[in-house]
């Protein structure tokens, strides 16, 4: 069966977190068209503070994903990995992997802050989000809402 997957990582630091910055941030999109030419990979699309969050896309080999995709008794298991460890905020207790139908597709976000080990840097913070489709999806897919959504984002300070 098909599986398409989106991967969106918007990063930004404490310049980006009030006034006109954070609103501009808030604004970037939690999904794109997927482009149709890219079977057996991911549509990855990168937005940093100091393009001005603007889109930056690629392609990558699924098993390049920070996501876990495993297709058992007609459905496709997903459940993001938690990666790196070090970050914010903890997550003892995650919700259970995601089962999905041919034809359903989940929105999945989880958030981070980062220090630098000395302290020396400000810290910084990232926005995953993670489309994924079980089955063919037509190129604006992700431009529509999830069959389901999971928003696994905690406080960051």
């Keep these: 069966m098909e599986i398409t997957v989106q991967w969106i ?29 890219w079977a057996s990979s991911a549509h990855v699309v990168r937005m940093h ?3 001005g969050f603007e889109p930056r896309e690629s392609r990558e080999a699924l098993r390049g994903v920070d996501v876990g995709l495993r297709e058992a008794d007609g459905r496709l298991r997903v459940l993001p990995r938690v990666d790196p460890l070090f970050g914010l905020p903890p997550r003892p207790r995650r919700p259970p992997a995601v089962r999905l139908l041919p034809g359903q597709w989940v929105r999945w976000q989880l958030n981070y802050r980062f220090s630098s080990a000395a302290g020396v840097r400000d810290w910084s913070y990232w926005l995953d989000t993670f489309n994924v489709a079980y ?5 604006d897919l992700f431009l529509s809402a999830p069959t389901v959504f999971i928003d696994e984002c905690g406080p960051v300070r």
């Design 9 to 37: 990582r918007t990063s930004w630091t404490k310049q980006s977190r009030g006034g006109e910055a954070a609103a501009r941030r808030n604004a970037t999109p939690v999904g794109f068209a997927v482009p149709q030419d």
């Design 49 to 51: 503070e100091r393009d």
């Design 135 to 139: 089955g063919p999806a037509d190129a």
